[in-house]
C-alpha cells in the first residue's frame, strides 16, 4: 500500500525542541505527494553566554539526536534531514561525514545535513569564495569558519549574530538579517552561505539573491534540496531560493 498523502515521498525532520523555524520553512518546500513529519530533539531552553554553557548545550544536542531519528523514523520515513546546525559542522569534515554515517545507520535510511547539503549546493554552482552567516557565537562561527575551509572554501567574511540563547534564534528580525548581507557582499564573494536551522532567513535570502546578483544560501533550503534530489525529486520549486529552481 501506499501513503495517501506522501505518495512520492516521506521526509522525516528530526528538529531540536526549542527550534520553532525548520518545520514552517520546509512545510514551504513541499512538492505534491511529498510529506515531512517532524520528531524532536529535547533541548532545556537556556541563556548560553559561557564556553561551558555552550559545550553543555552541544553535547545534549548530540545525545539528542538518536532518540528524535529513532521517533520520526517510527512513521516509516524515506529520508531524515537532521534541522541541525552547529552539530552537523562540529569537528570538521571527517567527524561530521562520520555522524551522518552513524545517523544513517541507525535510521536505516538516508540523511541529510546542513554541513554536507551546502557543499553540495555551492559544487552545483562551481562556488568557491563564500561569506557566511549564522545565528552564533565566536567557538560557533569558529567551528562554522573550519568547516569550510576543510571542505575547500574560501571563507572571505564571516558573521555570527550572537545570539543568547537558541529559542531567540528565531526572534532575529529581518532588518538585522538584511543588514548583515549587505555587510557580507562583496564583488570577492561568489556566494552567501546562511547556517543556523533556527534563524529564519530562507525568505529573506531568497529576496536578497536578485539584489545581490549571486545565490544566497539558506541552510533549510538547501537541506530540503539535497533531500528531495537525493530521493529522485526533481520538481522545480519557486520563490524560496534559486538552487530550488536551478538545479
Known amino acids: 500500500m501506499t501513503d495517501y498523502h506522501g505518495h512520492r515521498l ?9 527550534n520553532t523555524t ?10 505534491p505527494g511529498v510529506t515531512n513529519h517532524t520528531g524532536r530533539v529535547s533541548i532545556r531552553q537556556r541563556r548560553i553566554t559561557t564556553e561551558k554553557d555552550f559545550l553543555e548545550h552541544v553535547q545534549a544536542m548530540r545525545d539528542g539526536m538518536g532518540d528524535a531519528i529513532d521517533r520520526v523514523c517510527s512513521a516509516q520515513v524515506d529520508h531524515v534531514i537532521m534541522g ?6 562540529w569537528g570538521g569534515v571527517k567527524q561530521a561525514a562520520e555522524l551522518q554515517d552513524g545517523l544513517e545507520q541507525r535510521a536505516g535510511v538516508g540523511i541529510s545535513m546542513g554541513s554536507t547539503a551546502t557543499v553540495a549546493a555551492l559544487r552545483a554552482y562551481g562556488i568557491e569564495k563564500i561569506a557566511v552567516l549564522t545565528p552564533h557565537m565566536p567557538r560557533g562561527d569558529e567551528q562554522v569558519r573550519d568547516y569550510f ?3 575547500g572554501f574560501d571563507v572571505l567574511r564571516l558573521i555570527g549574530l550572537k545570539c543568547p540563547s537558541p529559542i531567540e534564534i528565531a ?29 529564519p532567513a530562507m525568505d529573506i535570502c531568497a529576496q536578497a539573491e536578485p539584489w545581490l546578483g549571486k545565490p544566497v544560501l539558506a541552510i533549510n533550503a538547501v537541506t530540503y534540496w539535497d533531500a528531495l534530489r537525493r530521493c ?3 520538481d522545480r520549486i519557486y520563490s524560496h531560493g534559486r538552487i530550488l529552481e536551478e538545479h
Open 84 to 89: 541541525v546546525a552547529l552539530e552537523a559542522f
Open 171 to 199: 526572534h532575529t528580525t529581518g532588518p538585522r538579517m538584511r543588514s548583515a548581507l549587505r555587510e557580507l557582499d562583496g564583488d570577492d564573494a561568489e556566494a552567501i552561505v546562511q547556517v543556523g536551522t533556527n534563524l
Open 232 to 234: 529522485g525529486i526533481h
Open 22 to 31: 525548520v518545520q514552517p520553512e520546509c512545510e514551504l518546500l513541499q512538492p
Open 10 to 18: 516521506r521526509v522525516g525532520l528530526a528538529v531540536p525542541s526549542t
Open 149 to 151: 575551509l576543510e571542505a
